[in-house]
């Protein structure tokens, strides 16, 4: 029985094996995820039941409410419960904000997808784009450039960088939207139809709404590229520049073979590390985006993890927690198939 399993496992795509191999693990991970993220939340200062009825409750209406929270049973019960609920689907009810978790994490999920889309996008441009510039003009401007950017990138914080460019480009020279949500207030939000206000509101061919969210979105962008481009940049021009400098390169450019079609050869055989970062980047960027969603007024997720700490909000923010937690496995599991289809030699 085995014997015939494993037959019938071989003559399997190699990407359907990756995707049924890497399904196999995501229940232990998410449980291990449920596991940790419940206990270490319960660590958080602060009684909820104190914050919802404030410093002047009385000990019984507070007790009351806990009570009625499930916080006076023990902690193991608690788990269990949490468990049973959450696979049911239910992930509780916010005490901040007393709707259900999955309906905030709902409305609020498409907010920053769309911020993380966009950003990952811009990061990727820059930093694949200076990378190879300053490789192949190396002493040039973009080189030096580069060098000095790649110094500077990882130590600056998301949030003083978002500071600067509202006060630049907002407070000083007015050229960006106001730093207050996805939307001007004076504008109706397109008909959700992918959650992206940009494409929905191409899709409803309301170019005000339109105009409107592409232009909060450049700041935040902006902010999200210019921190984590770097990181790329400098392991592209790693890789790349080891390639570049091959004897296959070499030799190709001996025949004759013109430098752009070189330029792509190289390019894609430098991909399977860039192509790790950038999974690793596009994680990073989901909590990354909780300063910069905090300081532009997003309304995303991060926003919400946000509240949810301020507020000892416990199903709020496991809640977003485990959706952070699924998003970051689905994110490596589309980089394993991208690594089958750069590179069938790569096994992962």
Known sequence: MIITFRRQWEVLPRSLQIILGRLALVVPQMFGVLLVTFFLIRLLP?????LLLGNMATPEAVEQLRDRLGLNDSIWTQFLVYCGNVLHGDLGVSIFTSNPVTVDLM???????ELIFYGMILTVVIGVAVAVISVRKPGGTVDIVSRFYGLAAGAIPDFWI????????????GWAAAPFGRIDVFLNAPPPVTGFYTIDA????DFDAFRSAAGRLVLPVITLAIVNAGGLMKMTQSVFSGVWESDFVRHARACGVPER???????RNSLPPI???IGFLVGFLLGAAVLVETIFSWGGLGQYAVQAVMNSD?????????VAAAFTLLVYLVVDILYELVDPRIKV
């Open 46 to 50: 602060g009684d909820p039941a104190v």
């Open 107 to 113: 409305e609020r999920g498409p907010a920053t997808i």
């Open 162 to 173: 978002g500071l600067i460019l509202i006060y630049v480009f907002f407070t000083l020279l």
């Open 202 to 205: 191409l899709l409803a061919g």
């Open 261 to 267: 079609v070189i330029m792509r050869a190289a390019l």
């Open 275 to 277: 192509i790790t970062m």
């Open 314 to 322: 416990y199903p709020a923010l496991q809640g977003f927690i485990l």
